[in-house]
């Protein structure tokens, strides 16, 4: 039996693609850049996932981030300008992003009324939460489960140990009942690796959201795949 969902919060509950084009849009005129265009998109989703699976696996670090990232995208796309001035700008407007997924401001008050609901996120914590704040979706977490603040990312087991130690230690069992164990939380979240991978690793049920229909490897025993979070009434009910 689930007793606590865990969300991933980028292109699981705000809608990071969505920023993300916006910004590139707005800051490539505001940064005299050529005029953005569609085909664009792949470029940094591609370079951004490939930095991101560097931090999960201890190569690079978080701070590091911010000379590699947009260098790195405009080499690709044949540009020339200040990656970090501009790395420093999409930070600053990510800050003020919160554009929900669709269907998550339905789901989230409904998950959140059934179970335990934490937020389960690489990223910077204040960052995350003033987003989730700006979205209205903050009142409806129980638990804020971000990376900076627990000191260790997904899919690092660490992260999730840390998060069910945090779970039983705020939310103690009634009297003769058990603590929460691993296979009682459902991680929700966009990303094979430090979602899936790391929820598997960690004993959890596993929900793969993959609206885009991504391809997924025959060998990842996922429990869950849905293309929409209204799906997982069916899955919980």
Avoid at 131 to 151: C, D, K, M, T, V
Avoid at 190 to 213: A, H, R, V, W
Wanted: proline letters at 8%; a negative charge; one cysteine or more.
């Amino acid at each position: 039996m689930i007793k606590a969902v865990f969300l991933d919060i980028d292109d699981t509950v705000l809608d990071f693609g969505a920023f993300v084009r916006s910004a590139m849009q707005v800051g490539f005129a505001q940064f005299g850049l050529p005029a953005y265009t569609e085909d664009m998109f792949p470029v940094f989703q591609r370079i951004n996932n490939a930095l991101w699976q560097r931090i999960e696996r201890g190569e690079i670090t978080r701070s590091q981030l911010m000379d590699l990232r947009w260098p790195a995208i405009f080499r690709a796309l044949g540009m020339e300008g200040d990656g970090r001035a501009f790395e420093l700008y999409f930070r600053s407007a990510l800050l003020h992003s919160a554009i929900p997924v669709p269907g998550a401001e339905e789901m989230i008050p409904w998950l959140s009324r059934r179970f335990i609901l934490c937020a389960a996120s690489n990223g910077p914590f204040a960052q995350q939460e003033y987003r989730l704040r700006q979205a209205g979706f903050l009142p409806w977490f129980h638990f804020l489960f971000i990376s900076e603040a627990l000191g260790v990312s997904k899919p690092e087991p660490l992260f999730f140990q840390r998060c069910l130690d945090e779970l039983n230690s705020r939310c103690p069992p009634a009297e003769d009942a058990k603590p929460i164990l691993p296979g009682e939380i459902l991680m929700v979240g966009d990303s094979l690796s430090s979602d899936m991978q790391g929820g598997i690793g960690s004993g959890l049920k596993t929900c793969y959201f993959n609206p885009e229909g991504r391809p997924v490897p025959g060998d990842l025993p996922l429990d869950y795949t849905i293309t929409r979070l209204d799906q997982l009434r069916s899955i919980l009910t």
